[in-house]
């Protein structure tokens, strides 16, 4: 690993550890339901489609060799960038509780009192 660059199987082992426990306790799908709503609500889904049919027209001729996961490429940080930072922190907080928590109830009361 260089110094200053994050070492990518490190975060990928643990990323694929944490979404295993979440999975494994049933948290996800609440959390996944949870977090589309709140983007939906927010506007999220919309700005982003926006961008996307910016970034295709911007191609041009060229739009019919591009893959989308050339075009996830491109996006997918802007969109991040865009992403309310209540919805950020609330979604924090409940995956926070939810990996401490070993009990549903305790999770599912986290994300219906956490307000954004």
Known sequence: MQPGNPDVHSKEAVRSALLARL???GYAPRASADLAERLREAGWFDH???HI???MDGLGD???SVSPDS??????????????QHIKARTVTFLEQALMCTDASA????LDHTHG
């Open 53 to 55: 049919e910016k970034y």
């Open 62 to 64: 060229q739009v019919s």
């Open 23 to 25: 999975e494994a306790s």
């Open 48 to 50: 982003v489609r926006g």
């Open 71 to 84: 075009i996830t490429e491109a996006l997918l940080p802007s969109a991040l960038e865009v992403i309310p």
């Open 107 to 110: 999770a599912d009361h986290t």
